[in-house]
T-cell receptor, first 113, second 111 residues
Framework: ETGVTQTPRHLVMGMTNKKSLKCEQH?????MYWYKQSAKKPLELMFV???????ENNSVPSRFSPECPNSSHLFLHLHTLQPEDSALYLC????????????FGPGTRLTVL | SQQGEEDPQALSIQEGENATMNCSYK?????LQWYRQNSGRGLVHLIL?????REKHSGRLRVTLDTSKKSSSLLITASRAADTASYFC???????????FGGGTRVLVKP
């Protein structure tokens, strides 16, 4: 256990659905991250939050909408996704952006039909 | 283009042998980190080496960093079947506000 949990672990959704991914860290960290991992591609950083403020949006399509209500929780709201968005979505946290050793959750395996 | 690139892409060895993989990067860094990922799971942090360090050890892991060549290596000694995983290097740029991961090396340790 890394101290970072993600729910759900698996999600199947249609292109017209709206769903949310949840991430929670119990480490007292201040920075949280969303990554996308597709087959045969390097891990792609999507969003970075530091002390609840978004510091990085890596040109992510607007059909992905992050939310960080506090330093322990991070959400990724999904709507009108495409089949190519099917991937493993990983959440991570670090103490902050300087001490950036990252602790990852187990991921949500998303399939878009 | 990605900051870190691992070499080789895949590696198959017998249990007990050593495994070496390399990472090259393009820009100045504050630190370089190595992570392990078991199939379909989250990444696990292995070791961090700062730009002013040349070598670091953690258990059976040895990491070297050559900033003049912009490269790092990860050595796993006396490998075990449980070491079967993908290994990624990650670098932060001089601005240091995010990590960029390489494509990974898939390591298979045969019993």
């Amino acid at each position: 256990e890394t101290g970072v949990t993600q729910t759900p672990r698996h999600l199947v959704m249609g292109m017209t659905n709206k769903k949310s991914l949840k991430c929670e860290q119990h480490l007292g960290h201040n920075a949280m991250y969303w990554y996308k991992q597709s087959a045969k591609k390097p891990l792609e950083l999507m969003f970075v939050y530091n002390f609840k403020e978004q510091t990085e949006n890596n040109s992510v399509p607007s059909r992905f909408s992050p939310e960080c209500p506090n330093s322990s929780h991070l959400f990724l709201h999904l709507h009108t996704l495409q089949p190519e968005d099917s991937a493993l979505y990983l959440c991570a946290s670090s103490q902050d952006l300087v001490y950036n050793e990252q602790f990852f959750g187990p991921g949500t395996r998303l399939t878009v039909l | 283009s990605q900051q870190g690139e691992e070499d080789p892409q895949a590696l198959s060895i017998q249990e007990g042998e050593n495994a070496t993989m390399n990472c090259s990067y393009k820009t100045s860094i504050n630190n370089l980190q190595w992570y392990r990922q078991n199939s379909g799971r989250g990444l696990v942090h292995l070791i961090l080496i700062r730009s002013n360090e040349r070598e670091k050890h953690s258990g059976r892991l040895r990491v070297t960093l050559d900033t003049s060549k912009k490269s790092s290596s990860l050595l796993i000694t006396a490998s075990r079947a449980a070491d079967t995983a993908s290994y990624f290097c990650a670098t932060d740029g001089a601005a240091g506000n995010k990590l960029t991961f390489g494509g990974g090396t898939r390591v298979l340790v045969k019993p």
